[in-house]
């Protein structure tokens, strides 16, 4: 029985962390600001360039810090212990456990257009934890599902967008772009709608978070995250291609489930709804991805602050079982008291903060460690990387300065809740250093968290 994930394993748990919510319930709210289409097809490819920047600096920092905890990992080898534990908080209270939950409600969603009268959350909720008991067995069992799972959705959506070049006259709009394009993408609405892109493209980093349960991590993590930000690029395009060109932008314009809308006009209204099925079929491997990498950062903090030591547990098989019902539990209060917008308002700006740190991690370690083994180094560097940063400092900046047509910062107050979930965290990491114990390694005493003693 294999106790690592294959490369195949590890290439699904980014294509099926990336494909979910973001591309099935977003193009709708990016309808409400932006008209022109072909700035849509230009938001979706600039976003596929932006996450595959990110994704070369994020295999560079996989291949030579090769030890499971994503940012977590990266930013507390990088910077400091406590700019490290931020971020393993925000992932283990919001990061994944959030996505979780809007995952688990859209499916909800879409399996409420086939058969109504069920409620979406306890559907969602239903999931969550047949999915967390199958990831909780082995990583034989888990990966196994994850591999088909995700080979299943790929599968699908390359049928849904076939279907759509073949079975449907289209709609008559054009997709040549022209002066109201270049208006469009350098608009305030074309900012904001970048961060729902973002988030849309968010997960190609996953196998980082598992990256000392890879096998070969040094060129399996690198092969992974590459090759599945690439797959997850050209279907991302071609798909909101495939929408806009079925179904008219105003049946689409501020609806979740969007994808909905072009099944209809696709396959018919009953052929609609069985589309609707499958769509909530294919999101149960985004979420069985997240319950695979988000528990890694939780059960690594609980390593390494003995007073989380309880979530560190790994049952027979080397799974984090404690960590993954931890993250579990925390989607499924997300999923019965937040709204699928509120979750991507607090969620975005700070998952999208620390990404940015650690990918200026790339530049900071290459200057602090230049003769570091580095079995992967960033393609186009250091270009790519400062392409990265300034594109998320652009959109973060817009995300919360951005007004809707009413005059109203409607981002300022989820982003704020983020930030007082990460002001929190600090608060957390000295309580947590403080009462650590200190851990001896190869016979010296190894402070926890910090270069302070801890209390003994």
Not at 321 to 341: D, M
Not at 343 to 351: E, K, P, R, W
Not at 401 to 415: C, F, L, Q, S, W
Request: net charge positive; hydrophobic share 55%.
């Amino acid at each position: 029985m294999s106790k690592k994930y294959s490369l195949n394993t590890a290439t699904a748990v980014v294509i099926a962390n990336m494909i979910g919510t973001g591309v099935f319930g977003s193009l709708g709210f990016q309808l409400l600001g932006i008209h022109d289409l072909a700035s849509i097809i230009i938001l979706w490819a600039l976003g596929g360039v932006i996450a595959l920047c990110g994704a070369f600096a994020y295999s560079e920092l996989g291949a030579a810090l090769p030890q499971s905890g994503g940012e977590y990992h990266f930013l507390s080898e990088i910077f400091h212990p406590s700019v490290g534990f931020l971020s393993g908080w925000v992932s283990a209270i919001i990061g994944f456990s959030a996505p979780i939950a809007m995952a688990a409600f859209l499916l909800g969603s879409y399996f409420s257009n086939v058969i109504p009268g069920y409620d979406a959350r306890y559907i969602g909720a239903a999931v969550i934890v047949f999915i967390t008991l199958v990831q909780s067995i082995d990583y034989r069992i888990g990966g196994g599902f994850q591999s088909v799972a995700t080979g299943l959705k790929i599968v699908l959506i390359l049928l849904f967008i076939i279907c759509g070049f073949t079975l449907v006259n289209p709609q008559p709009v054009s997709f040549v772009p022209g002066h109201a394009t270049v208006v469009s993408v350098f608009s305030g609405a074309f900012a904001a709608s970048l961060v729902f892109v973002n988030f849309a493209y968010s997960g190609w980093n996953a196998s980082s978070y598992i990256a000392g349960e890879i096998k070969t991590p040094t060129r399996n993590i690198p092969l992974s995250i590459i090759a599945g930000t690439l797959i997850v690029t050209v279907l991302y395009v071609l798909l909101n291609f495939i929408f806009l060109y079925v179904a008219p932008a105003s049946e689409m314009t501020g609806v979740a489930d969007v994808a909905f809308v072009p099944a209809k006009h696709i396959f018919g209204e009953s052929g609609g709804r069985v589309i609707s099925l499958i769509i909530s079929m294919l999101l149960i491997s985004t979420i069985s991805s997240m319950i695979i990498a988000g528990p890694r950062v939780v059960q690594r903090m609980g390593q390494d602050f003995s007073v989380f030591n309880i979530v560190s547990h790994r049952n027979k098989h080397g799974i984090p079982v404690v960590a993954i019902w931890f993250q579990s539990v925390i989607a499924l209060v997300i999923l019965f008291t937040s709204s699928f917008v509120t979750i991507l308002g607090y969620t975005t700006f700070v998952l999208t903060l620390f990404a940015t740190l650690t990918v200026l991690g790339v530049i900071v370690l290459r200057l602090k460690q230049p003769k570091l083994a580095r079995p992967y180094k960033t393609f186009g560097y250091p270009l790519t990387p400062l392409f990265f940063i300034a594109a998320n400092v652009w959109f973060m900046y817009f995300w919360i300065t951005y007004r809707n047509d009413k005059g109203i910062a409607e981002h300022v107050k989820p982003t704020m809740i983020g930030l007082g979930v990460v002001a929190l965290g600090l608060v957390v990491y000295f309580v947590a250093r403080y009462f650590s114990v200190e851990k001896v390694v190869g016979g010296d005493a190894h402070v926890v968290g910090g270069d302070a003693k801890p209390r003994k």
